[in-house]
């Protein structure tokens, strides 16, 4: 089981709109989960940490730079496929807030905004409903989420990650 680091970039509606924040997700466009809506993120490398990880991927993804002291963790997913052990995952999840750079297209992601509780989950991983908005609403979110054949989620623990 592989691990990777995910980023949601969380900015507030533009001053004087009564609007929701906006979560930046970029559609995935070369490899694992090419289609998919998903935060930018990816793999860590040997001997890199998490957070480490979060800033280097976000800088590579969609050309903005964070810091991690102001990554906010929000999940810690163990992602088992039983039928492609190789796609096995631990996810840790950030929020971050502050950021320097206009978010903008790689050859990995074309960046797009959109409303917190608007949020296009139909076009992310099958998992995504269960977590994400709990846990951009603020609570943190351990478990182990195991997906079969055809991006289906067979089964859900939510007792804490497991697979570390």
Do not use: N
């Not at 809506?37 to 280097?56: D, F, I, W, Y």
């Not at 320097?100 to 509780?117: C, D, H, M, V």
């Not at 989950?121 to 979110?141: I, K, Q, Y």
Request: aromatic share 10%.
């Amino acid at each position: 089981m592989f691990e990777v680091s995910v980023v949601y970039l969380v900015r507030p509606p533009a001053a004087g709109r009564d609007a929701p924040a906006e979560v930046l997700l970029g559609e995935k466009l070369t490899g694992f989960g090419r289609g998919r809506l998903v935060g930018p993120g990816g793999k860590l490398e040997p001997g890199e940490s998490p957070t480490a990880a979060a800033v280097r991927e976000v800088a590579e993804e969609v050309g903005v730079s964070i810091h991690e002291a102001d990554l906010m963790p929000i999940a810690r997913i163990a992602y088992p496929f039983i039928d492609r052990p190789q796609w096995s995952q631990f996810s840790h999840a950030f929020v971050c807030e502050r950021w320097q750079g206009e978010p903008r297209a790689s050859t990995e992601l074309a960046p797009r905004w959109f409303p917190r509780e608007e949020l296009p989950l139909d076009r992310m991983w099958a998992d995504a409903v269960h977590w994400l908005p709990r846990a951009l609403a603020g609570e943190f979110v351990e478990a182990t989420l195991t997906f079969g054949a055809g991006d289906v989620m067979v089964g859900a623990d939510w007792s804490g990650a497991h697979g570390r």
